[in-house]
């Protein structure tokens, strides 16, 4: 075994725009490309919502909850 950045994990992580948690983006539920961002969901439930109406999560005034 030779880590030499043993601590050093290359996982990326989002924010879930639906309920506000944090998502690794390798162990996503599931993706969606918006606007030329990607958002990353915590299950399909979240990504559903999304995909049905993004433009409600993305508003300024949304405050996302579990
Ligand atoms: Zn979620």
Known sequence: MQHTNASLTE???HIDPVCGMT???T???GKHDYKGKTYYFCGPGCMRSF????EKF???DY???M
């Open 27 to 29: 162990t996503a539920a």
């Open 11 to 13: 996982e990326e992580t």
């Open 63 to 65: 405050k996302p909850s």
């Open 23 to 25: 998502v690794i983006a």
């Open 51 to 54: 995909q049905k109406e993004p």
């Open 58 to 60: 993305l508003a300024p």
